[in-house]
């Protein structure tokens, strides 16, 4: 079975850009959540997705959204991009949500 | 208030030496799911194994065993005889079933040969 994937890997921005990522759950899959990781901050919960509906949701700007589509892809925006938005952004997903989550390699997001 | 710490931020070893990775968590709640993650210099974090707070069991998997002890709310994480491949940091999470789960800040373990 395929694991989560993440598109793109890498990405380059500058300040004031918007940034698009894209994750694919693990077929079956109907959960997706997201999570920033900082060398500051950790790693610190953004979003849950179940059936294109967000059901949690971090403390984070307004800045960060995300939606999950019917075949249960989620993506993630992140709108006036700021210097403190450089992270590691990994999606994981699972069944329904409580169960075991299972991370994809993250998208690495450098704003300049 | 739900929290998960890992006190040791970082911890060196020789090869073949064990370690004791610690993990304490914080919550109110009855029902609730803990995790150890492995997440290698790729940055992947590698799911290791998942309790539930009605499963106090202690659990052997090959050079991994984990300590779940209730009554000191702690999930210690033991690697016998480590190797080089160990290397990576490991995070200890928990759930409480509202679909988030609250991450340790981690602990960098290098295995020197």
């Known amino acids: 079975k395929a694991g989560v994937t993440q598109t793109p890997r890498y990405l380059i921005k500058t300040r004031g850009q918007q940034v698009t990522l894209s994750c694919s759950p693990i077929?079956?899959?109907?959960?997706v959540s997201w999570y920033q990781q900082t060398p500051g901050q950790g790693l610190q919960f953004l979003f849950e997705?179940?059936?294109?509906?967000?059901?949690n949701k971090g403390n984070f700007p307004g800045r960060f959204s995300g939606r999950q589509f019917s075949n249960s892809r989620s993506e993630m925006n992140v709108s006036t991009l700021e210097l403190g938005d450089s992270a590691l952004y990994l999606c994981?997903?699972?069944?329904?949500?409580?169960?075991?989550?299972?991370f994809g390699p993250g998208t690495r997001l450098l704003v300049l | 208030a739900q929290k998960v710490t890992q006190a040791q931020t970082e911890i060196s070893v020789v090869e073949k030496e064990d370690v004791t990775l610690d993990c304490v968590y914080e919550?109110?709640?009855?029902?609730?799911?803990l995790f150890w993650y492995k997440q290698p210099p790729s940055g992947e974090l590698v799911f290791l194994i998942r309790?539930?707070?009605?499963?106090?069991q202690n659990e052997i998997s090959g050079r991994y065993s984990w300590n779940f002890q209730k009554s000191t709310s702690s999930f210690n994480f033991t690697i016998t005889a480590s190797q080089v491949v160990d290397s990576a940091v490991y995070f200890c999470?928990?759930?409480?079933?509202?679909?988030?789960?609250?991450f340790g800040t981690g602990t960098r373990l290098k295995v020197l040969a």
């Open positions: 999470a928990l759930s409480l079933g509202t679909y988030k789960y609250i």
């Open positions: 994981a997903s699972s069944l329904a949500g409580v169960e075991t989550q299972y």
């Open positions: 077929s079956g899959h109907r959960s």
């Open positions: 309790r539930n707070s009605f499963d106090e």
């Open positions: 997705y179940f059936s294109e509906t967000q059901r």
């Open positions: 919550t109110r709640d009855t029902t609730y799911y």
